[in-house]
């Protein structure tokens, strides 16, 4: 039992779990909505047997990346998390790469299956996922900024494979109704939107993370943004992004107010522009590392909040 709490630790399985929630929601209140019946009788389509596969690929490769980050960073988390340590505490360096070797192979054994049966995108695009996790956790943890642009693009591709999944290439090559083109560009749409939504919110987050982590990434010489340009320029960084974010959000919940959308724009207010006010905030006046992970944990919660709007279109539509 001890063996098993310590591999559920290890991999994350509060992300794993924010992954498969995400994957959810935008298929069952955005992507099946949109589909119209048509879409069912063309040739390598996403369907509901495929779908939890896609889902069961996304978490064993981020299961992978979190194992194999804890394996090349047992000294920086000495410093910075000794008493969340797992490996060589609960679980040996050798079976640890074992079990990424495992978890990551069936990933991509499923994503080939997936690709086979909708578009071979997905396989290629997870294959390098696979490898990207792998690189930054061996070197670009260290670049600056490097690695928190890969995590970032990464947690936009846990909503974008789905769009791919659902194989808009067939465009190119397949004469389709006009209710099928429409369907793909509205899913597009959404798509760009919240893996945009996710790719900002996980670079503000990474970041603020870096903060929290400075003492020991300084100690085995990453260059990580607090280190290389310093805590104040740092913590402009995020700020700008935060009002980047911001005001996209703004303009989002201005265009839908138009379709009478009163209940999301002020969901979006109350849970998303609000608290990301109070980041920007408190972020200024945040100097420990207690503080920090406060920051990280709020960010956590408007990055959950944005995923649950999700559910507007499964009411509004």
């Known amino acids: 039992m001890k063996k098993t709490t310590a591999f559920f630790r290890l991999v994350r399985w509060p992300n794993l779990f924010f992954i498969a929630l995400t994957q959810c929601l935008f298929y069952y209140c955005i992507i099946i909505p949109s589909l119209p019946a048509d879409y069912y009788l063309l040739p390598n389509k996403l369907t509901a047997q495929l779908f939890p596969l896609i889902v069961a690929a996304s978490i064993l490769i981020a299961?992978?990346?979190?194992?194999?980050?804890?394996?090349?960073?047992?000294?920086?988390?000495?410093?910075?998390?000794?008493?969340?340590?797992?490996?060589?505490?609960?679980?040996?360096r050798r079976w640890a790469i074992l079990l990424h070797l495992i978890i990551t192979t069936i990933g991509v054994m499923i994503s080939l299956y997936v690709g086979i049966k909708t578009t071979l995108i997905i396989l290629i695009a997870n294959i390098i996922s696979t490898l990207l996790l792998w690189f930054y956790s061996t070197t670009f943890k260290k670049k600056l900024l490097s690695g928190n642009l890969i995590i970032s693009a990464l947690t936009a591709w846990t909503i974008l494979v789905l769009y791919f999944a659902v194989n808009t290439t067939i465009l190119k090559t397949t004469p389709l109704a006009a209710?099928?083109?429409?369907?793909?560009?509205?899913?597009?749409?959404?798509?760009?939107?919240?893996?945009?939504?996710?790719?900002?919110?996980?670079?503000?987050?990474?970041?603020?993370?870096?903060?929290?982590?400075?003492?020991g990434d300084m100690k085995y010489n990453c260059n990580t943004i607090p280190i290389a340009w310093g805590i104040p320029a740092a913590k402009?960084?995020?700020?700008?992004?935060?009002?980047?974010?911001?005001?996209?959000?703004?303009?989002?919940?201005?265009?839908?107010?138009?379709?009478?959308?009163?209940?999301?724009a002020v969901y979006c207010f109350l849970l998303i522009i609000l608290p990301l006010l109070w980041v920007i905030r408190n972020l200024y006046l945040a100097h420990n590392v207690a503080e920090y992970h406060r920051l990280s944990t709020v960010i956590k919660f408007i990055m959950l909040a944005g995923i649950l709007s999700i559910l507007f279109f499964k009411f509004n539509t």
């Open 179 to 215: 209710d099928i083109k429409l369907s793909f560009n509205h899913i597009y749409k959404l798509a760009v939107l919240y893996g945009g939504f996710a790719f900002i919110i996980s670079l503000i987050r990474e970041v603020v993370k870096d903060m929290e982590d400075i003492e």
């Open 236 to 264: 402009v960084f995020v700020g700008v992004w935060i009002i980047v974010l911001i005001s996209a959000l703004a303009i989002i919940q201005f265009y839908v107010l138009q379709f009478g959308w009163w209940i999301s």
């Open 63 to 92: 299961a992978g990346g979190y194992i194999i980050n804890d394996y090349f960073d047992i000294n920086i988390d000495l410093v910075n998390k000794p008493d969340k340590m797992v490996i060589e505490k609960n679980i040996n």
